[in-house]
């Protein structure tokens, strides 16, 4: 324990997520002995982010404005929705450049240890977009856990009534893996994913 505001800055920044108390120790003291460290432009960001983002009205991605960019650009296949689980999910596909469509994010994961269950995360929202017909494929990239399995599994099943494509993210060995250390359930996803060698 250290005295008064510098145990208090350790603690909150402990509270973030991913954060644990060595972390959070050691971004307090570089904040304290870095003397090059903008203070007031942390607290600036952080007080900006606050007022000024806000969630797309149309997917619930990450915006400045009511709805994203993904959402406002023309060039984006409106045919073909990929839901995730979070915003920060988008990201990660946007990374690969390979999906041109738009997306839907859910705020979550069925988990009812957590006590989040269907009504808690965006499908209501989900549905309605699918409702005009335009959308001809939904892509479901909820994570390869047994919360996003179990979100996956009831979207499919309330998606398969309306009649449009579902797919699934493939699932398998990552690139550099050892198969000894692989788990049961991907081991058996990348026997599923097998595909032609030609």
């Given amino acids: 324990m250290y005295e008064g505001i510098v145990q208090d800055l350790i603690d909150e920044l402990g509270r973030l997520p991913g ?8 971004i307090a003291f570089h904040i304290v002995q870095t003397e090059s460290f903008d203070v007031s432009r942390l607290a600036e960001i952080l007080t900006e982010v606050r ?30 929705i990929c839901v995730v689980e979070e915003a920060k999910d988008v990201v990660a596909i946007e990374r690969t450049r390979e999906f041109r469509g738009r997306y839907h994010v859910l705020g ?20 309605e977009r699918l409702a005009d017909g335009v959308v001809q494929e939904v892509i479901i990239a909820t994570d390869p856990n047994l919360e996003g399995e179990a ?32 788990d049961e359930v991907t081991l058996g996803r990348a026997f599923e994913g097998r595909r032609v060698v030609s």
């Fill in 151 to 182: 979100t996956a599994t009831y979207l499919s099943r309330m998606l398969t009534t309306i009649g449009i494509r579902i797919t699934r993210l493939a699932s398998g060995l990552p690139v550099g893996g050892d198969l000894e250390y692989a």
């Fill in 19 to 26: 954060i644990g108390p060595k972390s959070a120790q050691r």
């Fill in 108 to 127: 979550g994961a069925i988990s009812p240890i957590d006590g989040i269950g269907p009504e808690e995360l965006r499908i209501r929202q989900l549905m």
């Fill in 51 to 80: 007022d000024k983002v806000r969630f797309c009205e149309i997917c619930g991605n990450v915006a400045e404005q009511s709805t994203c960019a993904i959402c406002r650009d023309p060039r984006r296949d409106p045919a073909v």
